[in-house]
């Protein structure tokens, strides 16, 4: 699964444009808590992907354990600033509620339009 939450644009600040698997629609976040309720928080991306390609393993040579390629990235803009951060993050299941606000409006929009 490829997920983008995107908190920018011209809607209101507690929608958010959610991409799952290249299908889009906005979707009502508010009081979910999590990651997102962070108001630097511009947007998130993850893959499930990455961790299958990237799992935590030990380096053969020296034996230190080297973590997993984070599957996700969750990017911030600190107020009064231009600049962005980002921070890896392995949650898959942290996911999960924005997941379901995210199919609950899929189902909402598909039925107002008649399908």
Do not use: C
């Amino acid at each position: 699964m490829k997920l983008t939450i995107d908190a920018e644009g011209a809607h209101e600040p507690d929608w958010h444009y959610m991409v799952v698997d290249d299908q889009g629609v906005l979707v009502d976040l508010d009081g979910l808590g999590g990651p997102l309720a962070d108001q630097t928080v511009i947007r998130l991306d993850w893959d499930d992907q990455i961790p299958i390609l990237f799992p935590e393993r030990r380096d053969e040579r020296t034996g230190q354990l080297i973590p997993a390629m984070p599957a996700g990235k969750i990017y911030r803009r600190p107020p009064g600033t231009a600049a962005i951060t980002a921070t890896g993050f392995n949650d898959r299941g942290g996911l999960e509620p924005y997941l379901e606000a995210y199919r609950a409006r899929l189902a909402a929009v598909a039925s107002a339009q008649g399908g």
